[in-house]
């Protein structure tokens, strides 16, 4: 699933994944400081700066991107276990991810999802 900060990718996961439990959610990695409330491994992995760039040496992230001085990606793992396992995996992305995805797993689907207006997605990132 991909789209623009503010479309709301997060909402649409949050509301549409209890209905497919079979669904593997993939875990992105990232370099922020963990915020208060959010749980390691499971709003994120949260990985020192170090740790990360030796996963994009070792060709272990999927896709990543550097936002604000921070690396986010998604390890490959998970994704391929699940997916030799049968399962669909969902990825949430921003586009340059998506496009990193379309490039690897060429035959991946991509799920794009558009704000309603510009007007209102100028809204929300305010």
Known sequence: MTGASGVGKDTIRHEALPAFPDIHYSISATTREQRPGEIDGQ?????SREHFLELIRREELL????YVDDFYGTPIGPVVEALEAGQDVLVELELAGARQVRER???A?????APPTLAELERRLR
Request: glycine content about 0%; aromatic content about 24%.
């Open 43 to 47: 709003n994120y992995h949260f990985v």
């Open 109 to 113: 689907r991509m799920l794009f999802i």
């Open 63 to 66: 896709e990543y991107a550097e």
């Open 105 to 107: 797993l060429p035959e």
